[in-house]
């Protein structure tokens, strides 16, 4: 039986990746949109599509991808940010449809998209729920600055830069409160899977 395909979204600091290894120890295959990223940026299409887009800045001299660099760049403004999307996202979303297909046959639970652009790549076509993890924004500050090891006018500059709790609410089938303690966090999550699963098959 084709398993269900969960869309994992949020902005960044919300604790989406958290949530992510939670649901895949609870018995979930996750597809990974960043990983998927990661690795096509040693695509010489990708390279290509994103020098096109931000010149050689954010390239080494080497001619391999200083993403670093590429991060700071695309993270600057909102537009740059679309730059970014609009060059790497085709290549992307053709392997994460591969590695769905190849997850839903799998043996799983269901299979969790976690991709930071659910929405606005479109990509929320493929899943039959959507989740997303948002967090007050002083929580998020917190985090990327200790995640990133970034000072605090960088990590406003990257929220700023992305859509605000709102924008998820309006279009996520479920929330997730990312502030949730540690302690409870594993319990709440298990609860969420369970009532998107039951959900979806009372809707089958």
């Not at 540690?182 to 709440?188: I, M, P, Y």
């Amino acid at each position: 039986m084709s398993k269900a395909v969960i869309g994992l979204t949020g902005p960044t600091g919300a604790g989406k990746s958290t949530v992510a290894a939670v649901l895949r120890g609870l018995g979930c295959t996750v597809v990974d949109a960043d990983r998927v990223a990661r690795e096509a940026s040693g695509n010489q299409e990708y390279r290509s599509a994103v020098r096109q887009a931000f010149g050689d800045s954010v390239f080494r001299k080497d001619g391999s991808l200083d993403r670093q660099a590429l991060a700071k760049a695309a993270f600057s403004s909102p537009e740059n940010t679309g730059k970014l999307n609009a060059a790497t996202h085709p290549a992307i979303i053709a392997e994460c449809r591969r590695q769905l297909r190849a997850a839903r046959s799998g043996p799983c639970r269901a299979v969790i998209l976690d991709a930071p652009l659910l929405f606005e790549s479109g990509t929320e076509s493929l899943c039959d729920a959507t989740v997303a993890v948002i967090t007050p924004d002083a929580y998020r500050l917190k985090r990327i600055m200790a995640r990133d090891g970034i000072p605090e006018e960088a990590a406003k500059a990257r929220m700023s830069a992305q859509h605000s709790n709102s924008y998820y609410q309006k279009r996520a089938d479920y929330l997730f409160d990312g502030s949730t303690r540690l302690e409870v966090f594993r319990t709440a999550v298990a609860s969420l899977l369970d009532q998107i699963l039951r959900g979806l098959n009372e809707k089958a």
